[in-house]
Structure formats: structure tokens, C-alpha cells
């Protein structure tokens, strides 16, 4: 099959999951014989790349990156000008190479990615992998599960802004001013979008969690939405002397390790992991608790906190085996993070909160434990329960490696996407 994806972000541009996720479900098709093509923006980079995976096309863009986490300002992303360039890249493309699919990977590519698919006559496909198009910030569904029925934009101003003025902004009045404006523009940017999303031949989501959130908030057609979760990552390849080496460069040789993944911020449950922390150290005093990610928490609890700052993404398998376990405390709704999968690939248990598509990552009790989300004393209890039980500790990790090989294996995770393609075509 001939398939074409369109993305605003793609390896070795990856500010974050996404690109990588990307990058593996276009290497898994194309082992299995499929061609893939991937449009992307330059960036800076090479205009197009030929190689063993997917073929790359890097349009022409003014704006430059640098390689790894760089962001684009969101306005680039948004603009007709950026929207009209990805659709007559994609048409170029989806021409040459007789794409039969286009698939927006990410939700700046979807209008691009309609105009060309409609304009070619080919069904278009879009994958959600996050709450943006519904609102920019989002800061109900930290209190809730679902968006509520009076979400506006006099709501997004008047409720949820404040909020987020004050824990993600803080002073500055005309910073504060400029960040209303900012947000109003990509609320009404989010729900033009949803015009283009209700008529789309094709939903996917990531996770079952994140597509109800969706289609409960009337964003996108039932009939035609389906869950594809992202493939599990292969660590086969990891020489264990390099993850000895590691426990022993930190200090962690007769210690226990608990692993936190990502920004230690309000949504990804960061707080609740530094209060835990401190009941966990004053029950087990030989507890390292670590931090990988590039915001350095602003205030330690009494516990051996270490923050090791962004780890390069080929070096997280040896630091998810050098850990006990891992933890995924997050309040906000996490689409299906990557980092239950990544620790399952290792053969670690994970302690997830019960937000977005968590709980269809782990297993309560047989692949790892899940707690109500933010609630500090009981994710200390569930660490402390594996730290105290070294063989449900060791059962609930090889369960988990298990457990991701079927579930979000290679094989389950394309003959779903392609399933989905053909019953679009047909």
C-alpha cells in the first residue's frame, strides 16, 4: 500500500514523543513492504531523504531549528501560508509516488493534509495525540474527565486562563495580556480545525481515553473513529554492562530507584511526585527518586532528589533498566504516554495515575499498579508496596514486557492502522 503522512515535526526535529512515534509506525510499515512517504517542513534540514525506512520530503520553510527539542512558534503553524504549503507539498508527493492514503499525524498538518486529500480525491486521516483541538490549555481536565458542556471561548477567558496565568505564566501584565491574546487565537484556530475534523474518512486516536474525550465533546464522527496505539519500543539491543555502568555512575549500587520521565509540571503530576517522594524516603531511606526531563524542579522534598536534565532518546532504555520502577503520576489526560511502554519494553513496573489512556497501558496488580490521580499518599503507598515486595516487583515487570510485546506490538498495532485504511477506501 502507498501511504503518506504529513507531519509538522519529524526525527531529528523532535521537541517531544510524537516525532519518534512517528518515526517507528513509518519504519514497521515499511518493513512489511508498504511504501511511506512523510511531508514535513525543512526546518533546516536536507530536502529529502532516501533510505532502508520512509521516504523524506522536507518542504521549504523561512523558519530554522536546531535538531532535537526545538519548537516552531505556534503562529508558524497556523498560518494560511504554512497550511498552503503542506497541501501542495503533499500533492506534489501523493502524485509521484500514487499515495492511495494521506494521513495528518499531528494536528497542525490536518488542514494541509484535507485540502490536498479533497483536492486529489484520497481519503484523509488524522491522528489525535493530544487535547489541542478542543482547547489550547485545557485545564479542566485536570478536575475532570470529560470536557464540560459549557466549554466557550467567555469560559477559556473567564475560568481556565486564570488558572493558567498563575501556575504555568505568573506575573507580568503584559505578558499576562499577550498570553489572553495568544490563547483566544488558537481556541478559535481549534475549533476552525474541528469544521475540517467532523469531516474527516478516518479518527484515530492513541488511546481509547483521549478518543472519548473527543467525540463525548462532539469533536469528530463515532462510525469513523479508532483506536491505533503507538507501537511499543525494542530495548533487545541493550548490552546490560552499559546499565550496570550507569547504576554505578549515579550511585545507585545497593539502593532502589524510582524513575520519573518528562516536565515536572502541574498536568504531568510533577507535585504529587515530590510529595510522594518525601513519605516514600522517610519509610525507605536508601530511595533514589530520578528525574529525567528538561525542567529542574524549583523545590526538593526531604529525599535523595536527582535531576539528571534531558536524556537523549537512544539512552533512555539503559536508564529505564537501571531503575526499580517507574512512575506516571499525572493529573491531566495523558494521550497514551510513551514512557508505561518504554518501561514495560525494559521489564519494570510502572505506577500510573488513572488519567487518559493510562489504565490501557498498565495492567492494575499485573503489570504495574494504578492510583487515583492526584493523590499523593496513594502513590507513595503503591511505590512503597513494590519496594517492599522485590518478587511482585520482578513478577509485575516481566508481565509487563509481556504484556506491551501483544498488546501494543508491532503486528497488533499495523494490521489495526491498515484495517482502518481500507475500510475508508472501501
Known amino acids: 500500500m502507498r501511504i503518506l503522512f504529513a507531519t509538522e515535526y519529524y526525527a531529528p526535529f523532535a521537541p517531544g514523543g510524537s516525532p519518534w512515534s512517528i518515526e517507528a509506525l513509518g519504519g514497521l510499515l515499511t518493513q512489511r513492504g508498504h511504501m511511506v512517504t512523510v511531508v514535513t517542513p525543512g526546518w533546516g534540514g536536507p530536502g529529502c531523504e532516501d533510505g532502508p525506512g520512509p521516504r523524506i520530503v522536507r518542504f521549504p520553510i523561512r523558519r530554522r531549528l536546531a535538531a532535537g527539542a526545538s519548537l516552531a512558534p505556534t503562529r ?25 492514503v494521506i494521513h495528518a499525524q499531528d494536528k497542525h498538518a490536518l488542514v494541509g493534509s484535507y485540502l490536498a486529500g479533497r483536492y486529489l480525491g484520497r481519503p484523509v486521516f488524522l491522528t489525535l495525540r493530544d487535547a489541542g483541538l478542543i482547547c489550547p490549555i485545557a485545564t479542566c481536565l485536570l478536575s475532570h474527565e470529560f470536557v464540560p458542556g459549557n466549554c466557550s471561548a467567555l469560559k477559556l477567558q473567564h475560568d481556565c486562563v486564570p488558572f493558567y496565568l498563575d501556575h504555568y505564566i505568573g506575573a507580568g501584565r503584559l505578558r499576562r495580556a499577550a498570553v489572553r491574546l495568544h490563547l483566544a487565537l488558537l481556541y478559535a484556530d481549534a475549533q476552525l480545525k474541528n469544521v475540517v475534523l467532523r469531516r474527516l474518512d478516518g479518527l484515530i486516536g492513541v488511546s481509547a481515553g483521549l478518543l472519548e474525550i473527543y467525540l463525548r465533546a462532539g469533536h469528530g464522527r463515532r462510525e469513523r ?22 547504576r554505578a555512575r549515579h550511585g545507585l549500587d545497593g539502593r532502589v530507584a524510582i524513575l520519573y520521565v518528562g516536565k515536572v509540571s502541574l498536568g504531568k503530576g510533577g507535585p504529587v511526585f515530590l510529595s510522594a517522594a518525601a513519605h516514600v524516603a522517610r519509610a525507605r531511606p536508601d530511595a533514589v527518586f530520578l528525574i529525567a526531563g528538561d525542567s529542574r524542579p524549583t523545590a526538593t522534598p526531604l529525599a535523595d532528589v536527582r535531576w539528571l536534565g534531558r536524556i537523549a532518546h537512544d539512552s533512555m532504555h539503559a536508564l529505564y533498566r537501571a531503575a526499580d520502577l517507574v512512575v506516571v503520576p499525572s493529573v491531566g489526560p495523558e494521550a497514551l504516554s510513551r514512557v508505561p511502554l518504554e518501561a514495560g519494553a525494559a521489564g519494570r513496573p510502572t505506577v500510573g495515575s488513572r488519567a487518559g489512556g493510562i489504565p490501557e497501558q498498565i495492567v492494575d496488580g499485573e503489570t504495574g499498579l494504578v492510583v487515583e490521580r492526584n493523590n499523593p499518599d496513594a502513590l507513595a503507598k503503591a511505590i512503597l508496596r513494590l519496594l517492599d515486595d522485590e518478587e511482585l516487583r520482578r513478577r509485575l515487570g516481566e508481565n509487563a514486557r509481556r504484556f506491551v510485546a501483544e498488546r501494543f506490538g508491532a503486528d497488533a498495532v499495523v494490521e489495526t492502522l491498515l484495517t482502518a485504511y481500507a475500510e475508508a477506501r472501501a
Do not use: M, Q
Not at 494560511?80 to 499515495?99: D, K, M, N, Q, S
Open 76 to 100: 508558524t503553524l497556523v498560518s494560511p501560508w504554512f497550511h498552503l504549503r503542506l497541501c501542495r507539498a503533499i500533492v506534489v508527493e501523493a502524485r509521484r509516488t500514487g499515495a492511495e
Open 225 to 246: 473513529a479508532r483506536v491505533v496505539y503507538t507501537p511499543s519500543p525494542d530495548d533487545s539491543a541493550l548490552n546490560e554492562a552499559d546499565v550496570k555502568a550507569l
